[in-house]
């Protein structure tokens, strides 16, 4: 075992007494802060060279057992590569007063091989010497196993965009919105229409500089995956996010945790001030002399309330009405009370510290957002200087019995103004009395006068104070325990058992040994209240002794935390199980499926994961409304739990999104496949009965992707190839099952490869134009198509069928439409100043994307502007399919182009949904049928009598018919039969270049 150091080996390394009082405060401390944030705590007293732990520091530290441990067994209780660190780290603390953080790993012998951090500062006496080192001890192991998995999240984020609960979007390299899926534009409050292709800074200016904002610039600098939580005003909304940098920019997530982060301020503030009240209580319990209550008020303000800086002003009665500093703890705080002017005079400046108007007034003073106030007075510019946020002014008295005031200053705006306010000004009236109490004390200079002021400022207090003797009979019983536990101080007073309190006595007797063993204990206890109602309490025992040292007394002080347990279970149940359907959420499947998977390998057992996806419940949502949604959520998960075994796990994975887990299945393939199948029958089964929603019966189907699994299954990879087999469910008529096939995950593979390719495509300029000819029955040339070809470097050239679809779907067609309408202006501009094509128009076929942007209308005009062509020569190809939804915006955008000259086409007419009481309203001027029915014409019935209406129905409508897709002058003459004078197909000649298409013009043949 490494030697202690010196300063740790010696008590004649320090010279000052030990302050007993200090110490036992010391580890008050520590036992408050393992009770909140779950840590042992430790204490070593170097003169005595005695080690104090509590039970959590303890047990990780394997001493337990040891009746008197120093700080040899300290060290050794550490792995041996660990001593040396750290006794070192314990003898730069003793000599210099250096603290110390560090993560090291305990002895296997003593701590099982765990990994912990500790914590370590110096304790001084009054006068700043070092008497002891004190700290806390906390179990990290988790976190290091958690840091070994962390590189399997990456294949997690692969996940279905649109179908997932949080919202997702990504930017490029400029910053600019390349999507967002549906939950983004709900938590943003914009379409997506509106943001993309547009810079993230600018339409979210508010961000910049922020958290958000560094930390993106962060991921793509460093090429590493970020996290973080930010607040975004704008929205009024907490939102936690997680960023991942590829070549293309940053893919974002994040979610809505508003909730939550209210949940957890609630409960921090409610901590923070039950505990800043109970330590304060005890501080006016202790105190001796009022500037020390004033110096430890302050200190536990700012060390154990979390405020930035407080300090105690009294009201002096002098000329000017000034106001003193009494005591003050923080960072900041002295220079700060220098330079503001402290006044409690009527005539006092517009720009002094609003401490003197609470003076004045006699009320407290709360300003929840010191940014709110006016920048320009100099007390507000020197508070938010310091970083300062927030503050509260609390009188100290009332009436004319008003001395002075208590000032708080907070990091952090205050969320409940109000009722922290109120909690605060509680602690300022316990002040104010404690102060008084403690004037009274010193005029009388009489032991009964000190008892009975001491009595009464217990009975003030907000916490229950009980003392009781060794034979736990109750000597004193104040006024808050009487309302607490319901009984009145002459019911209890004298009593011992006899008085029902205490649930657990076993725990009240382990507690008093406790306390006589080191002179203090603190913890959680059942205790029950008069009218039998059980509550739980925080309670701080003290050892009362006689003058010769002999222990004569405990006393409690006991704090209700009965709402705060409920709040933190309330709390824990949120974050493992779904509001709506009370099932297991995400996060709860992904352990309990690590934990089937590790019994997997054990037991020889395999395991299957179901993907249920709800067939159009999107369509529900929108006819019957979001609560008749949930409604049906609710009753779906009632049927899954019933379709199950009850060892199975049925959880919602998010929106109409659930997973069941099947475990115990056979270690045959074969067989387990077999059973999993029945299992998902049974599932399309009890979905298919019909729901009764608003007391009418509604049939719903749900489409499932199944996959099995065994022991080294990766969790990320399981949810993918259930979600892929679903959607192949889905895509094959839905209200099916359908197990994985690795051929789904190579086509996936290849179309993201695909997509990535077509996202640089653009820039790496492997896009060109052919154009088609256009002819009429007298073989003249009147124009022709514009069609978009890709030639890949690897690839070749990719058929358009492949990549527009793709384009259509990711986004892309945005950017790749206007290439290809400036691209088409620019050659109808060329051809415009030639004689031989002057006359000619192109077509641009426009995609449903294009049509439904914004800015549609005047990216047209702007691509017609910068390359000089006429809008007379441009013709725009919509399909009727673009046409379906919202055709009052369609008919604007188009009627607002066709006065600029511009021309439409209803592009393969016939396949889609017309509706003759829109299509006479369309400003259109040619119907084009559709290639499909001019292939059939001479062999179907059906297809030469729908050619035949749709060339009837343009001559109705005064509109021209343009036949696509000719290829035989048989077809050719067919259509001229039916009165279809302008034609455009292979027939004539194929697709090409601009330069070929000129040698056409000019009776070359096509090549």
Avoid at 52 to 59: E, F, T, V
Avoid at 159 to 166: K, V, Y
Avoid at 233 to 253: F, I, K, M, N, T
């Amino acid at each position: 075992m490494t030697a202690p150091h010196p300063s740790l080996d010696s008590p004649a390394a320090t010279t000052a007494p030990t302050d007993a009082a200090a110490m036992a405060a010391g580890a008050a401390l520590l036992r408050d802060a393992a009770g909140l944030a779950q840590l042992g705590g430790w204490a070593l007293d170097l003169p005595r060279r005695r080690l104090r732990c509590s039970a959590g520091a303890q047990a990780l530290l394997g001493l337990a057992a040891l009746p008197a441990p120093g700080p040899e067994q300290l060290i050794g209780a550490f792995a041996p590569e660990w001593r040396a660190r750290i006794g070192a780290a314990l003898a730069a603390c003793a000599d210099e007063g250096r603290a110390f953080d560090e993560e090291m790993e305990l002895d296997g012998g003593a701590g099982g091989g765990l990994w912990v951090r500790v914590l370590g500062e110096a304790a001084r006496d009054a006068r700043q010497r070092i008497t002891g080192l004190r700290g806390a001890i906390q179990d990290i192991s988790g976190q290091k196993h958690f840091q070994v998995r962390a590189g399997n999240l990456e294949n997690r984020l692969t996940a279905t965009l649109e179908s997932i609960t949080d919202a997702f979007f990504t930017l490029d390299r400029d910053w600019r919105f390349s999507y967002l899926n549906r939950t983004a534009e709900r938590l943003l409050q914009r379409e997506r229409a509106d943001l993309l292709g547009r810079m993230v800074w600018d339409e979210f200016k508010e961000a910049v500089g922020g958290i958000s904002y560094t930390e993106y610039h962060r991921a793509l600098r460093d090429n590493c995956a970020v996290e973080f939580v930010e607040y975004y005003p704008p929205l009024a909304r907490w939102l936690e996010g997680r960023a991942y940098p590829s070549g293309d920019g940053l893919a974002v997530y994040f979610r809505d945790i508003s909730d939550r982060k209210r949940a957890e301020l609630a409960l921090q503030r409610s901590n923070r001030a039950i505990q800043l009240l109970s330590r304060c209580n005890e501080a006016l319990i202790r105190a001796s002399t009022e500037a020390a209550l004033l110096e430890r008020i302050c200190r536990i303000a700012v060390d154990a309330g979390g405020y930035r800086m407080a300090w105690v002003g009294y009201a002096r009665h002098d000329a000017g009405r000034s106001v003193s500093v009494e005591a003050h703890a923080g960072a900041g705080g002295l220079e700060f009370l220098r330079a503001v002017q402290l006044s409690w005079a009527d005539d006092a400046p517009a720009d002094a510290c609003p401490a003197g108007r609470t003076i004045r007034s006699g009320l407290p003073l709360a300003l929840p957002d010191l940014t709110r106030e006016d920048p320009a007075l100099f007390w507000v510019a020197r508070a938010l200087a310091q970083g300062w946020r927030a503050g509260a002014y609390l009188p100290l008295g009332r009436g004319e019995g008003r001395i002075g005031v208590l000032v708080l200053y907070a990091d952090a705006v205050f969320e409940d103004g109000a009722q922290e306010l109120r909690l605060l000004q509680e602690l300022a009236d316990n002040l104010a009395f404690g102060v008084d109490n403690l004037r009274l004390r010193e005029e009388q200079r009489r032991v009964q006068a000190h008892i009975r002021d001491q009595a009464s400022l217990l009975d003030k207090a907000r916490d229950a104070i009980i003392v009781r003797d060794l034979g736990q009979r109750v000597l004193y019983w104040n006024r808050s325990a009487e309302r607490l536990y319901g009984w009145a101080a002459d019911e209890v007073l004298g009593a011992a058992p006899a008085v029902p309190l205490d649930e657990d006595a076993g725990a009240v007797r382990a507690a008093t040994a406790a306390v006589l063993a080191s002179g203090d204990w603190s913890g959680e206890m059942r205790r029950r209240r008069k009218d039998g109602a059980s509550l739980t309490v925080e309670a701080r025992w003290t050892l009362v002794c006689e003058d010769d040292g002999r222990p004569k007394a405990i006393m409690s002080i006991d704090t209700d935390i009965t709402q705060r347990k409920a709040a933190e279970r309330e709390i824990k149940y949120l974050a493992f199980y779904d509001a709506l359907t009370g099932l297991p959420n995400r996060r709860l499947l992904q352990d309990r499926l690590q934990h089937a998977m590790a019994l997997c390998g054990r037991g020889r057992h395999a395991g299957a994961l179901l993907f249920i996806d709800l067939d159009n419940f999107k369509t529900l949502n929108d006819t019957l409304g979001h609560e008749q949604g949930d409604v049906l959520l609710r009753q779906v998960a009632q049927r899954l739990q019933a379709a199950v075994y009850e060892s199975d796990t049925v959880a919602r994975f998010g929106g109409d999104e659930f997973v069941v887990m099947v475990e115990n299945l056979s270690a045959d393939v074969e067989r387990a496949a077999a059973q999993t199948k029945l299992i998902g029958e049974r599932i399309l089964l009890a979905l298919n009965q019909p729901f009764l929603l608003k007391g009418s019966e509604h049939y719903s189907t749900c489409s499932i992707g199944a996959t099995l699994f065994e022991r080294r299954a990766d969790i990320g990879e399981l949810l993918k190839r259930a979600d892929l087999a679903m959607y192949q469910a889905k895509a094959g008529g839905r209200n099916a099952l359908l197990f994985f096939d690795p051929a789904m995950q190579t086509a996936v593979n290849v179309r993201v490869a695909l997509e990535a390719d077509l996202r640089q495509a653009l820039q790496l300029g492997e896009f060109y134009l052919h154009y088609q000819p256009q002819l009429t029955d007298a073989g003249r040339v009147t124009g022709a198509e514009a069609l978009v070809r890709w030639r890949h470097p690897q690839r070749g050239v990719v058929s358009p069928a492949d990549f527009i679809p793709l384009a259509e779907e990711s986004g892309l067609i945005l950017a790749l439409g206007q290439w290809v309408l400036e691209t088409a202006c620019a050659q109808l501009a060329r051809w415009a100043g030639r004689p031989e094509t002057a006359a000619l128009s192109v077509a641009v076929n426009v995609s449903a994307r294009q049509l439904r942007h914004p800015a549609f209308v005047a990216d047209v005009l702007a691509a017609l502007r910068r390359s000089g062509a006429n809008p007379a020569r441009l013709k725009l190809e919509l399909t009727e399919s673009l046409l379906v939804d919202n055709v009052e915006t369609a008919i604007a955008k188009m009627t607002a182009l066709k006065e600029q000259g511009i021309g439409f086409s209803l592009d393969d007419f016939g396949t889609g949904y017309s509706s003759l009481s829109y299509l006479k309203r369309l400003p259109l001027e040619q119907l084009k049928i559709d290639q499909s029915f001019v292939a059939d014409a001479l062999g179907d019935a059906n297809s030469a009598a729908i050619a035949r209406t749709i060339v009837a129905l343009g001559q109705s409508l005064g509109l021209s018919v343009m036949a696509e897709g000719v290829e035989t002058a048989a077809q050719r003459d067919f259509l001229l039969g039916l009165g279809c004078h302008a034609y455009q197909g292979y027939l004539f000649s194929r697709p090409l270049s601009a330069e070929h298409f000129e040698a056409f013009l000019c009776g070359a043949a096509p090549p």
